[in-house]
């Protein structure tokens, strides 16, 4: 089945220091690979989107993310993190077929940047 | 701010009660999503419509109905309330069909069912 497993429920980084907050998959075909981000009270933002080409995606916000194909992952980094970087951030799936539009999300991961 | 509104923000109600969430997408999306984020769920897809149809369903209730109008807002219908139903419903939208296209989320609707 298809599924998307975030390791980490919760991360706490101090401000400056580099991130990298985790992501694997299960699908059977080629994914459709996305990240959000939640503030809270708000609805999700799309930081960046894997769909074909060049493994590592670059997106909002300084975020960047590399596919590995061989690991079945698709980790989501950030050279250094601001204070406004705190919020759950989530890695999904697009695992419609026939164009149905179904993400399936991880579990999603919290994090905490300290001053 | 996505360009989809979803009304209303707060909505607090009893177990056996029916209420109705209403989504407006993007101007031009034809797409839309209802997603359901609970926290011993998470988030869950429940419906996806385009241009009026009915596309994909997910984990969605037999309780639950929604629809896309002409206009293309859409409504997500849920009856018979039970306390499992709160949570945090949202909807999305994309410009044509997925996957292809980004699916841009809305505020959301926090349902309580007292």
């Known amino acids: 089945a298809q599924s998307v497993t975030q390791p980490d429920i919760h991360i706490t980084v101090s401000e400056g220091a580099s991130l990298e907050l985790r992501c694997n998959y299960s699908?059977?075909?080629?994914?459709?690979l996305f990240w959000y981000v939640q503030s809270p009270g708000q609805g999700l933002q799309l930081l960046l989107k894997?769909?074909?080409?060049?493994?590592l995606v670059q997106g909002i916000k300084g975020f960047e993310a590399e596919f590995k194909r061989s690991q079945s992952s698709f980790n989501l980094r950030k050279p250094s993190v601001h204070w406004s970087d705190a919020a759950e951030y989530f890695c999904a799936v697009g695992a419609g077929s026939g164009n149905t539009g179904k993400l399936i999300f991880g579990q999603g991961t919290t994090l905490q940047v300290k001053p | 701010d996505s360009g989809v509104t979803q009304t209303p923000k707060h909505l607090i109600t009893a177990t056996g009660q029916r209420v109705t969430l209403r989504c407006s997408p993007r101007?031009?999306?034809?797409?839309v999503y209802w997603y359901q984020q609970s926290l011993d769920q998470g988030l869950q897809f429940l419906i996806h419509y385009y241009n009026g149809e009915e596309r994909a369903k997910g984990n969605i209730l037999e309780r639950f109905s929604a629809q896309q109008f002409p206009d293309l807002h859409s409504e997500l219908n849920l009856s018979s309330l039970e306390l499992g139903d709160s949570a945090l419903y949202f909807c999305a939208s994309s410009v044509s069909l997925p996957p292809q296209y980004e699916q841009f989320f809305g505020p959301g609707t926090r349902l309580t069912v007292l």
């Open positions: 894997y769909f074909s080409g060049d493994t």
């Open positions: 699908y059977g075909a080629t994914p459709y």
């Open positions: 101007s031009g999306d034809l797409s």
